[in-house]
Antibody
Framework: EVQLVESGGGLVQPGGSLRLSCAAS????????MSWVRQAPGKGLEWVAT????????YYVDSMKGRLTLSRDNARNSLFLQMTSLRVEDTAIYYC???????????WGQGTLVTVSS | DIQMIQSPSSLSASVGDRVTIICRAS??????LNWYQQKPGKAPKLLIY???TLQDGVPSRFSGSESGTEFTLTISSLQPEDFATYYC?????????FGQGTKVE
């Protein structure tokens, strides 16, 4: 059974940093592109970042470019999102998602809440 | 960036109704259009990919179609478990974008 479990969310002050993790199981993690998608409270979905299976290519949403570092550890079946210079508007649930060969997101984690507030 | 415009933003329907949600892309995206269902407090669930292919396990009352840059999600006979918010998503470029969502209530 495919499982994605996010962790690392919490309350952080504006300008602070946070590192999110996503633990994957039930599939060959090293074969798949992986993404992060976020959802601000009461709002819609927003794609955040995507990483290639070997970690070589990474893509980021313009609004967070320069403040994000996406990485993965295929030996540990884990995905990471380092976020810096966080802003109030970055407050959201951050979901980890597996990218299917058709580029759809076929499996999602339960999400981890990031709250940026003073 | 490619903009995805969904309509309506919300709709009121009853069990048994036929429901149609439209998503328009600001430019050509081929068939790289996905539909997701999200219930309150839950992660999104993939319903349809490549505009019209049903994800495994999704009931056949859900269907998708395309005409140029206009994409349609249809629920042929709304069931109680279908009350949720639906999102379209384009993945024709690496910089993906979602529609703003349609709440079915």
């Amino acid at each position: 059974e495919v499982q994605l479990v996010e962790s690392g969310g919490g309350l952080v002050q504006p300008g602070g940093s946070l590192r999110l993790s996503c633990a994957a199981s039930g599939f060959t993690f090293s074969n798949y592109w992986m993404s992060w998608v976020r959802q601000a409270p009461g709002k819609g979905l927003e794609w955040v970042a995507t990483i290639k299976p070997d970690g070589g290519d990474k893509y980021y949403v313009d609004s967070m470019k320069g403040r994000l570092t996406l990485s993965r550890d295929n030996a540990r079946n884990s995905l990471f999102l380092q976020m810096t210079s966080l802003r109030v508007e970055d407050t959201a649930i951050y979901y980890c998602a597996r990218v299917d060969t058709t580029s759809s997101k076929d499996f999602w984690g339960q999400g981890t809440l990031v709250t940026v507030s003073s | 960036d490619i903009q995805m415009i969904q309509s309506p933003s919300s709709l009121s329907a009853s069990v048994g109704d036929r429901v149609t949600i439209i998503c328009r892309a600001s430019q050509n995206i081929g068939s790289y259009l996905n539909w997701y269902q999200q219930k309150p407090g839950k992660a999104p669930k993939l319903l349809i990919y490549l505009a019209s292919t049903l994800q495994d396990g999704v009931p056949s009352r859900f269907s998708g179609s395309e005409s140029g840059t206009e994409f349609t999600l249809t629920i042929s006979s709304l069931q109680p478990e279908d009350f949720a918010t639906y999102y379209c998503q384009q993945t024709s470029t690496t910089f993906e974008t979602f529609g703003q969502g349609t709440k079915v209530e």
